[in-house]
């Protein structure tokens, strides 16, 4: 069975490999040129991404080691959402998770697609402010250092590519808006 997606036409679909957070998509396709080939796609849990600011202008970000870039990276709060959890639910969750924070504001920062090309996987951002302090509660595959620093600094770090996780970039400078 033929179907259509956009200008390509695809004429045959298989999972490659699947696990609980992605799916590799191998489509056989008769590309815009009108030549057969294959396209591979990468379907992964929708997430979140959490930019915690207190009172006094300073931010709260994880550092923490990242098995698939192999190297320890600095980033908002982020994770996946559940099954049957709205996106903020999720944000919520993934905070007090993470740092221990509850917070009474939050503001929606809009949605970012990763890398358009091979990954399907909406990020959802959000500012979080008005913050209480609780206690954390990583999962088990987490070792998370919450750093603290003025919300300025933060942006320096993205100008000098201290920071690189493409959702806290984006939502760094989306939350700049906001934070005064």
Known sequence: MKKKRGPWVIIGTKSAYKN???????DKVIRPDGKEGIFGTITMKDGVSVIPVDDKGNVYLTKEYHYAVGRITIEAVS?????GETKLQAAKRELKEETGFNAKK???LGTLDPFTSVIKSENHMYLAQGLTKGKAAPEGTELIRVIKMPFKESLNMVKKSEITHGATVA????????VK
């Open 106 to 108: 939050w503001t929606d």
């Open 171 to 178: 939502a760094l400078l989306k939350a700049k808006e906001y």
């Open 79 to 83: 994770g996946g959402i559940d099954n």
């Open 20 to 26: 609980p957070w992605i799916e590799v998509i191998e």
